[in-house]
């Protein structure tokens, strides 16, 4: 993270007192630039009300807030205003790792102290952001109120001009699907983050920042507005939804803004809004490119079980390392490696220390270590997490005892304790635990059925990438992910935090290459494949930003791939990051900065586009290498995805370059001063 655009110098914390007054019935508060305001009101019968405008519209008409707790207490009407305090901020932090070295944290707080009938406190903090804005509730230490329960959120989001909204279902247990766009008024349950695009061309994403003691919140319609979308937060067995002690925070509820779909994409407000880095030594936490494992076992070449097939022996493993060094990949998975794959989907626990009998993990260690290569620790719990709990010290002491730094965690499963959900408290609590105790042993995590991301990664460094999104994994065994998932999860899914889609797959059609035989078989997944052209996955590295990034594919695909020297290239970690253009569910082109080269990822849907745009954020008077990967007037996605053309020419600033994104294509570019 050389040659940041804020350099040191530039590193300012400013922190003022505006205002501070008496009780009052609501607070205007105005975003740094103006351009942002949020209204508070309390209205008549006493229920805390805020309201959104942006550039002189309203975005967000009056939408209720509070709780309903147990015991007969609320915070629902007769409420009323005690103080308001206005604060300014202003700080430019550096990531240790992201898709920008440092980040402008700049709002205006309003700091509201409210009273219910029952004389019981409760603040809500709204910060004002040129981008957008967040609030969250207090509940201080107090009388009468230390133990509680929050049987009901009533945080309401009535869009005063919705035109079309990106969303997936409110599943408790699973982000795993394709995005869905309709009218706001057509959802009925949703997780978040949910994009929306106004009438005025507004573009908006709703989601939440800090979740780390609290339900996930999902959006489920509500009867008060015609695009009326209300908190849904996802309850524990008991029906419950959040069970707490004062002084207790909720997550902070976000409203990200963007003049363009693009402009949300480089929004950091849901990172701006948690804590700072908690870690004070962070040299052990790496971003890498990894291989492993993995993509042979969900396509039932190999298998996590032990047996003839079995993925994760010894010698089969020590094969990847041995690419993995050759290949400027940095890490190896081994999925399969321990015992207790028999028992997955049952229930029955997992054993996270036992390797199988083929797997002879001291060797595979000691060989990783000679070769300069990451193995990456894997705990699949299929969703038994009673039991991950219980083992989860003990296996996380063995990764350290083994000099591991790299764990990849797994949820695939029903939770157990039966009637938790993935996306409720306890579980929020668990996944928050993990990275903690994974911080104490020098482990980073990359969790795949995960909480969604909320912004945890600026306060634990460690918590680095996860899934939470219908990956490439689904490619094997499903119908697969159309050529439009990718144009949507950029503006959807990508604005919460790094994903772990894991692209790479050369073979696209799955004629599978028999190592024995040294021959291509024929596809026998009965249709199954890959919906994109090659080039199209080279450029996921690039659109979809995660600080891990695998190359998925069966090494012996890559063997004379000229096109796997882009994934031998690019990065895994940036100083800036630009999007060029996009349309969401339509095409996206995004650039990223690594010291002094660049690197451009452009994809389409299923529609073949020309796209051209100018290279005016290159460096002056400095001269490029352009390599670009690029779909080849022969590729075509159906019969023949993996022609790919590789061209090479030099360009400056005042150029421009045009690619031609065939129908599920893309193109990848490096582009390297001379
Ligand atoms: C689901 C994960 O998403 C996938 O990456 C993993 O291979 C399987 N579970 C088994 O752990
Ligand atoms: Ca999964």
New binding site residues.
């Given amino acids: 993270m050389s040659n940041n655009l804020w350099g040191l110098t530039l590193f300012i914390v400013g922190f003022s007192l505006l205002t501070s007054c008496q009780p009052e019935s609501y607070a205007d508060i105005s975003s740094p630039d103006g351009k942002t305001k949020v209204h508070f009101a309390i209205t008549e019968d006493g229920q805390a009300t805020y309201q959104v405008a942006y550039s002189g519209e309203e975005l967000i008409a009056p939408s209720a807030m509070g709780f309903t707790l147990s015991e007969q207490n609320a915070f629902e009407k007769g409420l009323s205003i005690e103080s308001i305090r206005q604060s300014s901020y202003d700080e430019t932090w550096e990531q240790v790792w992201g898709e920008v070295s440092s980040i402008r944290n700049h709002y205006i707080q309003a700091e509201v102290s409210l009273r219910n009938p029952e004389n019981l406190k409760l603040k809500i903090v709204f910060r004002v952001y040129n981008n957008g804005v967040g609030f969250r509730y207090l509940f201080p230490e107090q009388q009468g109120l230390q133990q509680f329960d929050i049987l009901e959120e009533h945080t309401h989001f009535n869009l005063a001009q919705p035109d079309k909204a990106w969303w997936i279902p409110g599943n408790p247990d699973s982000y795993e699907y394709s995005y869905q766009n309709s009218r706001v008024s057509e959802i009925d349950s949703a997780n978040t983050p949910i994009t929306i695009q106004c009438n005025n061309g507004v573009y908006l994403s709703l989601h939440e920042a800090a979740l780390t003691d609290y339900a996930g919140m999902r959006l489920r319609k509500s009867n008060d507005h015609i695009s009326g979308l209300k908190s849904d937060l996802v309850p524990w067995p008991d029906g419950i939804k959040v069970k707490a002690n004062t002084p207790f925070k909720t997550p902070w509820r976000t409203i990200q803004i963007g003049n363009t779909p693009g402009e949300l994409i480089t929004n950091y407000l849901i990172l701006n809004l948690n804590e700072p880095n908690k870690l004070e030594n962070t040299d052990w936490i790496k971003p890498l490119k990894y291989v492993g494992v ?1 993509w042979s ?2 396509l039932g070449v190999e298998t ?1 079980i032990q047996g003839d097939r079995h993925g994760a022996n010894t010698e089969n493993v020590k094969r990847y390392i041995d690419f993995a060094a050759q290949n400027s990949i940095e890490g190896v998975l081994a ?1 399969g490696w321990n015992q207790g794959w028999e028992n ?1 989907g049952t229930g029955e626990p997992f054993d996270f220390v036992t390797p199988y009998p083929d797997f002879d993990i001291e060797a595979v260690l000691a060989y990783a270590n000679y070769k300069n290569i990451s193995i990456i620790g ?1 705990h ?1 719990n299929g969703g038994n997490v009673e039991s991950y709990e219980k083992h989860l010290i003990s296996a996380l002491d063995e990764l350290q005892s083994q000099g591991i730094h790299h764990l ?1 965690t ?1 949820y ?1 499963g029903g939770i157990v304790p039966k009637g938790q959900h993935h996306h409720g408290q306890w579980m929020v609590r668990h996944y928050r635990r993990v990275v903690e105790e994974a911080a104490k042993r020098q482990i980073s995590i990359n969790a ?2 995960p909480i969604k991301p909320t912004g945890l990664r600026r306060t634990y460094p460690n918590m680095m990438t996860r ?1 939470g999104v219908r ?1 490439m ?1 689904w490619n094997a065994w499903s119908e697969g992910n159309t050529p439009e998932h990718h144009t949507v999860l950029p503006f959807t899914r990508m604005l919460a935090g790094p994903i772990d889609y ?1 692209p790479g797959i050369f073979d696209i059609l799955y004629r599978r290459y028999d190592r024995s035989r040294e021959r291509w078989h024929p596809n026998d997944k009965g249709g199954a494949r890959v919906h994109t052209t090659l080039a199209k996955q080279l450029a996921l590295y690039v659109v979809l930003y995660s600080p891990w990034q695998m190359a998925a594919d069966m090494v012996e695909n890559y063997s004379q791939q000229p096109a796997f020297q882009f994934i031998r290239d690019v990065p895994v970690d940036w100083d800036e990051t630009k999007v060029i253009n996009g349309e969401i569910g339509e095409f996206v082109t995004i650039a990223r900065r690594n010291g002094p080269d660049w690197f451009v990822g452009s994809v389409t849907d299923e529609q073949p586009r020309t796209i051209t745009f100018s290279l005016d954020f290159l460096e002056s008077g400095q001269t490029y290498e352009i390599i670009t990967y690029a779909d080849a007037e022969e590729t075509n996605l159906e019969h023949n995805p993996e022609a790919i053309s590789i061209s090479k020419s030099s360009k400056t600033k005042d150029d421009q370059i045009t690619l031609h994104l065939g129908s599920g294509g893309g193109a990848a570019i490096q582009l390297k001063p001379i």
């Fill in positions: 993995w076992l969900h996590w999925e997955w894997h699949e990849k797994g695939a795949h059925e899934e990956g994994e894991t």
